[in-house]
């Protein structure tokens, strides 16, 4: 008999325990589809279920569980963007890992890359390319010439943008062959093709590194205290204040009032930051990142400092959300602060050996 975890066992956020034990039975069995699985993981996460007990009562592994529950939000949101039958129905089946990589489109965006890659037949890979270059292109606050809003033109200007800062022949005509492949309308295609005869380079700035951070020593974790006052204080006054539970990967505390804060060293940038405030996201939703398996990692951001350079990360606005850019030229939409610490979580032994220092000593 499966027991459930003791939060799943709380009324107020409680999934009925014949329930789960059926999403637990079909996921062991591998009844249904792909997108029923990613909705039968997500119950079980709100049930109380983390990814580690998931895995040992149904052979689900934690990143395949992250893939099928991001990639059925997808799935389910494809119908609201306008794909078709035809792609719905495709996707019904397989490609888990191919909506994964269309997460930070929006819902028309997701709708028309989808039959993108289902039109094109694209791997992981290229769907991940398709969604960075529909993503780019959204940015842009005018169309560029002779490119139309189509997601197949998106990706044609991207490789366009890229041929025209190679040299190397062999590498230009791939991305020339790329850009005539998705593009989508006559004068995008025209476009390409004058850089069969055009061998002009231009170059462009590499982006800047990324600055993260990363929790080193023991001494770089404080612990934050809730105070409750100068004395003379009263018993109620000690009773009101509320417990205080830290949440990982990076210590924040929740109070009442419902603000928290997180603690952070006292490195310099942040000493100088005049409006510093976290953002907290995985690091997958970061520029330049798509190579690197997606951590948790805490975002901080000088909302004092609005002054455009093009060697700094910006947050900015996009469809409604924030979101991270780098600008090589000074851009015409809104800056809402500058990305001062990108801090990674520290590497920390396992919980159990660390409480026996004799363990550690040996």
């Known amino acids: 008999m499966t027991n459930l975890p003791s939060n799943a066992q709380n009324p107020e956020n409680a999934v009925n325990e014949d329930v789960v034990k059926e999403l637990l039975r079909k996921l062991r069995q591998k009844q249904g589809n792909w997108v029923e699985w990613g909705a039968a993981i997500a119950s079980l996460q709100k049930a109380g279920y983390n990814p580690q007990q ?27 963007g306008g794909a ?17 990589e ?42 560029p010439t002779g490119f139309s809003a189509h997601p197949g033109d998106a990706v044609a200007y991207q490789a366009w943008k890229l041929a025209r800062q190679y040299t190397d022949l062999q590498e230009r005509s ?33 982006a800047p590194i990324l600055p993260f951070y990363r929790f080193e020593s023991e001494d770089e974790l404080p612990r934050i205290v809730p105070v409750v006052g100068e004395l003379p204080l009263t018993p109620e006054d000690l009773k009101s204040v509320p417990l205080v539970e830290s949440l990982e990967p990076f210590g924040l505390v929740k109070f009442a009032g419902e603000q ?12 100088s930051a005049e409006d510093p405030v ?21 975002v901080v951001v000088d909302r004092a400092a609005r002054q455009w350079d093009d060697s700094s990360y910006f947050v900015v606005e996009h469809n409604g959300e924030l979101d991270f850019q780098w600008f090589d030229t000074e851009p015409q939409i809104t800056l809402l602060g500058r990305v001062i610490v990108i801090v990674r979580p520290k ?3 396992d919980d159990v050996i660390s409480k026996d220092s004799w363990q550690i000593d040996e």
């Open 102 to 143: 269309l997460r930070s489109l929006t819902h028309e965006e997701r709708a028309a890359a989808a039959e993108l890659t289902f039109t094109h037949k694209l791997d992981m890979d290229e769907a991940r390319e398709v969604a960075k270059a529909i993503k780019d292109f959204s940015r842009l606050r005018t169309l």
């Open 347 to 349: 590497k920390i032994f």
């Open 278 to 298: 976290v953002i907290l996201c995985n690091s997958d939703r970061l520029p330049n990142q798509e190579n690197n398996l997606p951590k948790p990692v805490l």
């Open 174 to 206: 791939r991305l020339i062959a790329k850009g005539l492949k998705f593009a989508h309308t006559p004068t995008a295609r025209n476009k390409i093709e004058q850089l069969l005869v055009d061998f002009t380079v231009v170059s462009q700035r590499p």
């Open 260 to 271: 928290a804060w997180v603690p952070l060293p006292g490195w310099q940038v942040l000493l």
């Open 54 to 80: 998931i895995f040992e009562e149904t052979g689900f592994e934690p990143i395949q569980q992250n893939q099928v529950v991001v990639g059925s939000q997808v799935y389910h949101s494809l119908e609201k």
């Open 84 to 100: 078709s039958e035809a792609t719905r129905s495709h996707y019904g089946t397989r490609g888990s890992d191919i909506l994964y």
